[in-house]
């Protein structure tokens, strides 16, 4: 009887230690996402951060040092949409920033709605009516507003749209992104509200994005930027009115003839506006006040304006990561005060990474280079008609997809044969690396190949019908500045840095993807994951 006892005694323990550990004492959740940062620019400014910043969240938190994206094209909208919830743009559906609507025969971006109207702006103004209603699943955010029954609360701000709307979900409490122009605003839409927050009308009418409006020199001695090239190079577009893209650069002298306010993004001032605006978020949403989890997705979009305008390697990129570190310093101290240390669990990864300037990589003797998409359309509609008879056949390219008139096809066999040979004449092409068509990435298995990240962007009613990639660093863009969207390393590769409450410190080598982060925020919770998760919690993070 005592060792029966004893065993109950132990059992009761062991169910009582299960609950205790998974009890969720988050009481909010942030998920940063900084657009555009290569995972190598963690080490190659590291010696210029501040310990409070990205090295805080390494040395106390958990750092994934061989994280990927799983998919392609690698642009802002999937890899908000891909980290939040849990999945690939194969169910997500949020195949690009831009995609064609081979059914309406339009091209749509990725988080607008006709239906919406928007708040803090002319309502009938495009840049107002967004909402998330392209997004096919749903994000943690909104499981963990269906778990708390509503009560906890999302909130998402970003200076683009796509980055504000998408992580926050179909049922965030609201989303706010900022208007260039002679506007300088945040604003909304009426999918989330009826009118703006007194609070943002306040912080609107203030001078804080004017503020702004200044010189733009290093943050530290341009002698000690090493990490990068010359200040004066042939790879980067700068300004206009200013003829060469070098410090210093008076914002206020230059706005005028760069769209006003809009001047502010492709500086590191962007990320200092989206801060302020983020802590009174933060603070007049009472976020992280009450036993019911909140969630606040803060995304940076400066580091990416900086990266296309200038390329990533400039000293504009390694002065904007510096400041970004002081950013998330301020972030990280001001949650301690505001919410509490060790009450907030915090992310911190990329939408994606980008490629060096593909004429500075000539230069060096590095195979690299630009594609024209015109020539090759032309080359391939010339092939079909005289070879197969087949005109009008190619109805539109559009990320690196070739979308087929189906008009043109009286059978199925027909249609597939097409699409062959398009298949066979794009892989004679120059600068065409892979290519595959619909028939094959409806019908293969592709685990563990490498058209695996083909494969898990390619959505069945939003894809194309033939898709191709391009050889690496050769790019369909500018001769100066970066761009990114392939599913090489330099675009696929991302940091993942996680920190806080319910979070181990460490490191791993391990492979992971970006579709890991939302399930393993929904086991921390103890909520249902997304509804078209296909990611796996990372065991070894959770504490």
């Known amino acids: 009887m005592k060792f029966k006892i004893i065993i109950l005694f132990l059992l009761l323990a062991q169910v009582q230690g299960f609950a205790q550990d998974n009890k969720n004492s988050t009481k909010l959740v942030v998920g940063v996402v900084v657009d555009q940062m290569r995972y190598d620019y963690l080490t190659k400014f590291e010696k ?81 009516k967004m909402s998330p209603n392209r997004m096919l699943t749903t994000s943690f955010a909104d499981q963990n507003r269906l778990h708390t029954q509503f009560k906890g609360k999302t909130i998402g701000v970003s200076i683009k749209d796509r980055g504000a709307i998408l992580p926050a979900g ?15 605003h945040f604003i909304s839409s009426d999918f989330y509200m009826d009118k703006l927050p007194n609070w943002v009308d306040e912080f609107n009418s203030s001078d804080v994005a004017k503020s702004y409006l200044k010189e733009w020199d290093t943050y530290n001695d341009i002698a000690t930027y090493i990490e990068s090239g010359s200040d004066l190079n042939n790879y980067e577009n700068g300004f206009k009115a200013k003829d060469e893209a070098t410090f210093p650069y008076d914002l206020k002298k230059l706005a005028k003839d760069n769209d006003d306010y809009s001047i502010i993004r492709p500086t590191p001032f962007g990320n200092d506006l989206l801060l302020d605006f983020a802590k009174e978020a933060i603070i007049n949403e009472e976020l992280g006040q009450d036993e019911f989890t909140d969630v606040f997705t803060l995304s940076f979009s400066s580091t990416d304006y900086v990266g296309h305008n200038f390329g990533v390697n400039s000293k504009e990129i390694q002065d904007t990561y510096i400041r970004l570190d002081q950013n998330l310093a301020e972030l990280l101290k001001f949650l301690d005060e505001k919410v509490g240390k060790g009450n907030y669990t915090l992310f911190l990864t990329a939408d994606h990474g980008a490629v060096h300037v593909p004429q500075f990589l000539k230069d060096e003797k590095i195979p690299a280079g630009y594609f024209e998409f015109g020539e090759m359309r032309d080359a391939l509609e010339s092939h079909l008609s005289s070879n197969f008879g087949l005109d009008n056949v190619i109805e539109s390219i559009y990320n690196n997809q070739i979308f087929l008139n189906y008009s043109k096809f009286k059978t199925y066999a027909e249609f597939v044969t097409a699409q062959n040979e398009v298949k066979h004449f794009l892989i004679q092409y120059k600068n065409i690396d892979k290519v595959y068509t619909r028939e094959t990435l409806e019908n293969s298995d592709f685990s563990g190949n490498s058209a695996e990240l083909i494969a898990k962007g390619f959505h069945q009613k939003r894809s194309g019908d033939v898709v191709f990639a391009l050889d690496p660093s050769y790019i369909s863009y ?8 392939s599913g090489n390393s330099y675009d696929t590769q991302a940091p993942l840095l996680m920190y806080g409450n319910g979070i181990k410190s460490g490191k791993t080598y391990n492979r992971y993807y970006i579709p890991d982060i939302a399930p393993t925020i929904s086991a921390l919770l103890g909520i249902e994951l997304p509804n078209g998760a296909t990611g796996s919690v990372i065991t070894e993070v959770l504490d």
């Open 478 to 485: 500018s001769k100066k500045g970066s761009t990114h969207g």
């Open 48 to 128: 210029h951060y501040s310990e409070d910043g990205f090295k805080r969240l390494q040395r106390e938190g958990f750092e994934m040092k061989n994280f990927h994206f799983d998919y392609v094209p690698t642009y802002t909208g999937p890899g908000h949409a891909s980290i939040f919830t849990g999945t690939s743009p194969m169910n997500h559906g949020i195949v690009a920033n831009n995609w064609y609507n081979k059914i309406d025969k339009t091209r749509v971006y990725c988080a607008s709605d006709p239906n919406a109207s928007g708040i803090g702006i002319d309502p009938d103004d495009r840049d107002g």
């Open 170 to 184: 179909h049922t965030a409490n609201a989303a706010y992104w900022f208007v260039g122009g002679d506007l300088g």
